[in-house]
């Protein structure tokens, strides 16, 4: 019952990897950026809350109805000043810039909000205490099953929109060919600065949870960076549903890792990445073929 | 009347010249054929035209309008159209959606979901099929299907016929005279001189970027033609 207990909140807790994990495979997906800043990006729209917050006193929830405009505007603003420029000169120059973008927004956040760690978790409300005791051994907080809820609405609202809608089938045409996109007519910078906005917008989600479920300061982004980048990577790089389950994957190896000892939780999440990565991307190709070349040359003799 | 006017264009990739000095005309209404072996510049001049490639200098003016500066979806609402060298559909998405992505929503005119089906009907039963599992046929008639969604009045076709059977290309060249004879304008390049000669009101041709023979296609024989081709001797 208690590992059953702990993959149900690792689940919860996957959903949330997953929610930050969106935006990134939207950028990665469309224009082949890896954003090394999506985390501070999730972690400043984070502390727009915080201050709408501090000056309206309205729930978490308002606040980030509110900074959703904020946040859409920044990353298409994002996408036309810094990351254009920067994907003219190669895929290597947009990871030096995020990661240039990810200092800056740090520093700015330590200058204007200092170090200290902030929370929303007390202006969201019942959500954040509440919880559902199923039986003994099993309980379902009202945060996690929020997360949950909200994570697969979105991922299936995106699902939908790239697959039902004029915009979304000019957003995957351009991902696979930017060049002939441009040649049908679709203005493939206009797209960019979209799914960026997009992107910034689901981080700023992610800030949201983040903020509520524990605590947050100016250089929490690399940490959630880094849970984000696993949960794409062990779904599949670009791929969407992928990375709900890989986000879902990642918090179940983090929560059952916790059961064998506290201290073992991120190290469980770690391991799962880097057997997916050696799986897919590393061994795996040499390991296998040579496998199979091994029985061959058996069979034949 | 002159729809499209190319100017001196010059086209570079790096230091290699692909395109020098290039000038000519197209009316509207009319076939033009460019063709040239090989490296000729033909793909990279309908490029210029397209917007696909930025010329090192010269103009391209478009119904009056010079374009050289424009973007190529910025082309596609003023009515220009290119059918890519291979193709290049949207691997993923279904041959509806590569053709509905591809409808202006300020452009009108005949072309629509229901007509291109019409004028390939193979593609009727392949509506909600990814592109990528098409054949190379069907391939290149969603390809030319796209570029007619738009409503082009400058339809640009690159080698519509290459990696094709010959049974296909029929079929392709079959459904293209039907456009043709409704009076569209068309800038084609061809690596076939039989076909070009038999589609085209008047032939371009290429060689090692510039334009050696222009003309009428009824009134150059074919001997002069394949001379200017290969660059066996330069008309003068």
């Not at chain 1, 890792?257 to 999440?269: L, N, T, Y």
């Not at chain 1, 057997?275 to 795996?284: E, M, P, S």
Request: glycine share 12%.
């Amino acid at each position: 019952m208690t590992l059953l207990n702990a993959a149900l909140q690792g689940i919860f807790l996957g959903a949330f990897y997953a929610v930050l994990a969106c935006g990134l495979s939207i950028m990665f997906g469309v224009m082949r950026i890896i954003n090394l800043a999506h985390g501070d990006i999730a972690v400043f729209g984070a502390y727009v809350m915080f201050v709408i917050v501090e000056h309206t006193g309205v729930s978490a929830f308002i606040a980030f109805a509110a900074a959703l405009p904020v946040m859409v505007v920044l990353g298409y603003v994002l996408q036309l000043t810094v990351l254009e420029r920067s994907l003219k000169s190669g895929i290597l120059t947009p990871l030096l810039a995020t990661f240039g973008l990810s200092i800056v927004i740090q520093n700015l956040l330590q200058l204007a909000f200092s170090p200290d760690v902030r929370s929303l978790g007390g202006s969201a409300g019942a959500v954040t205490t509440g919880s559902w005791q199923v039986t003994s051994g099993l309980s379902v907080s009202a945060l996690g099953l929020v997360v949950l809820v909200v994570a697969v609405l979105v991922f299936g609202a995106l699902q939908l929109f790239l697959s039902r809608t004029r915009m979304g089938w000019m957003m995957r045409a351009t991902a696979e060919d930017a060049d002939a996109a441009e040649l049908v007519g679709i203005d493939s910078r206009g797209v960019y600065a979209w799914a960026t906005a997009f992107a910034v917008a689901i981080a700023a989600l992610g800030g949201l949870f983040l903020a509520i479920r524990s605590v947050f300061d100016p250089v929490s982004g690399p940490t959630q960076l880094i849970f984000a980048f696993e949960a794409v990577v062990i779904g599949g790089m670009g791929s969407l549903w992928g990375t709900l389950v890989g986000g879902i994957a990642l918090g179940v190896a983090q929560t059952l890792g916790a059961q064998i000892h506290p201290q073992f939780a991120v190290m469980a999440g770690h391991l799962l990445f880097l057997v997916v990565l050696i799986a897919r991307y590393g061994g795996g190709r040499d390991f296998l073929p040579r496998a199979r070349r091994l029985l061959l040359a058996r069979a034949g003799r | 009347m002159t729809l499209l006017k190319v100017e001196a264009l010059d086209c570079r990739y790096g230091l290699l010249q692909a395109v020098r000095g290039v000038s000519f005309e197209v009316a509207a209404g009319e076939t033009v054929a460019l063709i040239g072996a090989n490296g000729a510049g033909k793909t990279t001049l309908l490029r210029a035209v397209a917007g696909a490639h930025r010329p090192h200098g010269g103009r391209v003016v478009f119904d009056g309008v010079d374009i050289t500066t424009l973007p190529a979806h910025r082309r596609v609402a003023l009515g220009i159209a290119l059918v890519p060298e291979g193709r290049r559909l949207f691997p993923s998405l279904t041959v509806e959606e590569n053709l509905r992505v591809a409808a202006s929503p300020r452009r009108h005119g005949r072309w629509n979901m229901e007509t291109v089906l019409e004028v390939f009907p193979l593609l009727r039963a392949r509506r909600h099929t990814a592109a990528a599992k098409l054949s190379g046929g069907e391939q290149q008639a969603v390809a030319i299907g796209r570029a007619l969604m738009s409503n082009p009045q400058l339809l640009l076709l690159d080698e519509v016929s290459l990696g094709l059977a010959p049974v296909v290309v029929e079929a392709v060249y079959r459904a293209l005279a039907g456009i043709l004879n409704e009076g569209a304008t068309v800038l084609l390049v061809e690596q076939d001189l039989t076909r070009a000669l038999g589609v085209a009101g008047r032939v371009v041709c290429m060689l090692e970027g510039r334009v050696v023979l222009e003309g009428p296609a009824r009134a150059l024989d074919r001997d002069r033609v394949v001379s200017a081709y290969f660059g066996l001797r330069r008309p003068a």
